[in-house]
């Protein structure tokens, strides 16, 4: 990859960092093998309004149920995954469990589902997105996919339509993960998102007022161009506090609570 300046420099020749290592080989085919052994799993966590504390919805989280590690995290098989083009059938198996688990939920809550732009680019993302959709009988707008750049985006306007087609099905749209090295500015002011995710690096260091005065500026300008702002990983009622007095409306983190699994769900209750 190249380390000159810029943010061209992220849209890249796709051979680089997606080809698999001779290290990677042997995950991705542990990874299919729990995938052909049901082995993966969604886990929920809340997104609250601040205000209210009232959850409005939760993410799902994807996990793995591995024989001898215990409950592998996302970060330890997504990369692999999207390297193998295991990322598609993972990706279709969170799509589909998620929408299916939500459409026991009261309606007013949302599920957001998180896809990667290699997820986005490499498949006809919308379609499927229709299909989970119509196999849970669940309305569009109950939906919400949040994009993650886990490589940089070959393909700009490619993203761009994908986004369009998923918006204009009804779902909504999140840029995950906003101010990590791959999710920038541009990305925010040049394609249409719904909804903002402030990284939870950001959110642990809102002590130092640098930080701080950022985020009061992204929240402000998320709010001049529509688009609804939840801060990640918020751990601390002082976090909480101080988000809510920079505008920032939503939030979800340990201290509303934590991934749950679907069946925690009905009898799980914020402590407040
Ligand atoms: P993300 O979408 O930014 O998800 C938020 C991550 O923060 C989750 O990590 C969550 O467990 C963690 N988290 C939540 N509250 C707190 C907190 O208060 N403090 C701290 N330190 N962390 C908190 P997790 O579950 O390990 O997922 C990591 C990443 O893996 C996700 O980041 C997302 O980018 C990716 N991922 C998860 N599920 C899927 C999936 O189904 N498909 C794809 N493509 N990516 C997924
Ligand atoms: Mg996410
Ligand atoms: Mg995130
Ligand atoms: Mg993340």
Request: aromatic fraction near 6%; charged fraction near 15%; hydrophobic fraction near 50%.
């Given at each position: 990859a190249r380390a000159d300046g810029g943010d061209r420099c992220r849209f890249y020749d796709p051979a680089s960092d997606l080809d698999p290592t001779p290290s990677d080989q042997g995950l991705i085919a542990e990874i299919r093998g729990g995938l052909e052994q049901g082995r993966f799993n969604m886990r929920y966590q809340p997104i609250v309004?601040?205000?209210?504390?009232?959850?409005?919805?939760?993410?799902?989280?994807m996990r793995w149920r591995h024989p001898v590690r215990g409950e592998v995290p996302p970060t330890e098989f997504i990369a692999a995954a999207e390297k193998s083009g295991l990322i598609h059938a993972l990706g279709d198996f969170a799509l589909i469990q998620s929408c299916l688990d939500?459409?026991?939920?009261?309606?007013?809550l949302q599920v957001s589902v998180?896809?990667?732009?290699?997820?986005?680019?490499?498949?006809?993302?919308?379609?499927?997105?229709?299909?989970?959709?119509?196999?849970?009988?669940?309305?569009?707008?109950?939906?919400r996919i949040e994009i993650t750049e886990t490589a940089r985006i070959p393909d700009l306007g490619r993203l761009r339509t994908a986004i369009d087609e998923i918006r204009t099905l009804g779902v909504t749209v999140a840029l995950d993960d906003f101010g990590t090295g791959h999710s920038s500015l541009t990305h925010l002011q040049s394609l249409s998102f719904d909804c903002l995710k402030i990284d939870h690096r950001f959110v642990q260091d809102l002590a130092t007022p640098r930080t701080a005065s950022m985020i009061r500026m992204l929240v402000a300008y998320a709010r001049q161009i529509g688009v609804m702002v939840v801060a990640e990983g918020v751990e601390t009622e002082a976090q909480a506090t101080q988000l809510a007095q920079m505008g920032c409306?939503?939030?979800?983190?340990?201290?509303?609570?934590?991934?749950?699994?679907?069946?925690e769900l009905p009898g799980w209750q914020l402590a407040s």
């Open positions: 309004a601040l205000s209210s504390r009232q959850v409005v919805g939760y993410e799902a989280l939500a459409a026991t939920w009261p309606p007013a998180n896809m990667s732009v290699v997820e986005l680019l490499e498949s006809d993302a919308p379609r499927r997105i229709m299909a989970a959709l119509a196999g849970a009988e669940m309305a569009p707008h109950r939906l409306t939503h939030a979800q983190g340990w201290l509303f609570g934590r991934p749950m699994l679907a069946t």
